[in-house]
């Protein structure tokens, strides 16, 4: 199996223990791909700071391939302001700063390179809408986290989207069981094969296109809660793959439930470690 998550890369910085950590979704995704035992790279833009050389150090470190990735001449990377409370994150900050990094472009070059995966994952947060067009027809499975927000849940976005796409993920905590079933039907018919709702304790929907199924939660008490939903959809799909998924395959009820075990498992041991995954540094330390 080989992944590879493309797009955003940040620094989850912990405002009330003076610590940051690696992060932003697909970077997360590429680590825990890694982590749940498949081939892992990550393909962006980097920021030239030290921020941009915490985060590439804890990749190199996992075995998680930057190789096609390039610094942006002159940017700084993104940071996420959050607090940590009993072992919720809680954000509380964006960053207001130019000269962010960006994302990626999909030259010839990076295009071939990612044909050579089994899946791509990016998400909305990655500003990487345009160029996944490019993606249609290059031959792996794509998938998309379109988070919480509203404005990724709008007609024009998801159709932007949607034909693109072969697995959707939408946040969905707030929202009721009819709510949540609407969405995902609403996301399927636009030919994605499936769309996952996360539910947070709760637990997770899944549609095919044919049937629902539900998920499942492993409860614990959380050392750190960053990184939940981006630890289990990961796992679920690395999973997936595992089981035989591809273009048109369509895994039965008994492997699809054994999916959202791992997944479960998987997040719940995750909530175990500090930060997304690890590799804290001192704010001061780095000069930010």
Known sequence: MRVVGYGDNVVDRYVNKNRMFPGGNCINFAVYAKRAGAESAYLGAFGEDAEADLIRGALDKLGVSTDYCRAEPGSVTEHCDVELIDGERVFCGEDERENLHGSLPLGEEELKYLAGFDLIHSSCYAETEDELQKLLGLGPLVAFDFSEEDEFRTEKYLNALCPVLDFALFSCEDMTRGEIEKLLSRVSAKGVSYVLATMGMHGQLLYDGSRFYDGCVKTITPVDTMGAGDSFFTAFMVSMLRKGWQHGVR????????????????AADNCLTEGAFGFGAAIEANGV
């Open 251 to 266: 895994l039965g009820e008994d492997a699809l439930q054994e999916c959202f075990d791992y997944a479960a498992d998987f």
